[in-house]
């Protein structure tokens, strides 16, 4: 049984959902955050009698973030992990965006988690103990058409964690992102279904991701076997990309 209490963002979609699944019956405590309301009180129904708290804020206003963590810290106590799940995409080509959509995209991929990681940090520096897990995107390590500037900040994502985990490896923290190839979630599934065949039959092992696939490297990531790892990506994509 692990003990420690975990911070997510975006915890009530497709991955953060399992994640917080997976995270509950290792035995943590978790605190859920997500901008959605109604799927928040689905997740709370769902784990009803279990050690899973909720708070719903918008995490790209950085008032709201901050709040949200320390909201966390008087149901949960001290926060010993951090899991950013939140993430957004559309699919359209560069050209046809404007600055609008841009915006949206930088703040939820990106900015929502400097807000919410700066307010945890300075906690795990001062204990001089504390995992911090990204979940970024194989489109942040290849690119990916049609999601120019969400793997922009994919990557941007992946080269902050990398920066945290230098900075921070004094201190004793690990800091590492996941990066999931094709997963079958909501936001995946809302594609083209001709798009979505191409892609399972350009997969090595033919299908789609779980989101209970990407749960087990979180799991992993926070657990005891990763205290030795910091500033790594992992891909969990069916061999999708091989970097
Ligand atoms: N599903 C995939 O195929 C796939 C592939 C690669 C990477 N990812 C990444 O995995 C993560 C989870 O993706 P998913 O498929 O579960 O998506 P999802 O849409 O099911 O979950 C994302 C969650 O983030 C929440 N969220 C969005 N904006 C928010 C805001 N402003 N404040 C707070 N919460 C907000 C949403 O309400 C949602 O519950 C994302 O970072 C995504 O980029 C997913």
């Known amino acids: 049984m692990t003990h420690g209490t975990v911070f997510a963002t975006g915890a009530a979609g497709g991955i953060g959902e399992a ?30 009698g279990q050690k899973l708290h909720t708070v719903q804020a918008d995490l790209t206003d950085e008032a709201a973030a901050r709040n949200a963590v ?9 926060i010993d992990y951090l899991v950013n799940v939140i993430g957004w995409f559309g699919t359209q080509p560069f050209v046809r965006e404007d600055s609008a959509y841009w915006r949206k995209t930088i703040a ?15 906690e795990m520096i001062e ?5 911090i897990i990204n979940v970024t995107s194989d489109a942040g390590k290849v690119g990916q058409s049609g999601e120019a500037v969400y793997s922009g900040m994919k990557g941007a994502v992946i080269a902050w964690s990398k920066s945290l985990a230098r900075e921070n490896a004094r201190y004793g ?8 190839g094709p997963t079958e979630t909501a936001l995946e599934l809302a594609q083209d ?4 065949a191409r892609v399972v039959k350009a997969i090595p092992f ?20 990763s205290d030795f790892i910091t500033g790594q990506v992992y891909s969990v994509s069916g061999g999708l990309t091989m970097i």
């Open 19 to 48: 994640t917080v699944a997976r995270l509950l019956s290792d035995g943590y405590t978790v605190v859920a955050t997500d901008i959605s309301h109604d799927a928040l009180e689905v997740l709370a129904k769902r784990h009803a």
């Open 127 to 131: 204990r001089k103990k504390g995992k």
């Open 70 to 78: 320390r909201e966390g810290r008087r149901m949960a106590g001290q």
């Open 173 to 180: 923290l690990n800091i590492n992102c996941t990066a999931p």
């Open 193 to 196: 279904p001709d798009v979505i």
């Open 108 to 122: 939820i991929n990106f900015e929502a988690l400097l807000y919410v990681t700066h307010e945890i940090l300075p």
């Open 206 to 225: 033919r299908r789609f991701a779980k989101p209970s696939d990407q749960a087990a490297m979180i799991s992993f990531l926070c657990g005891p076997d």
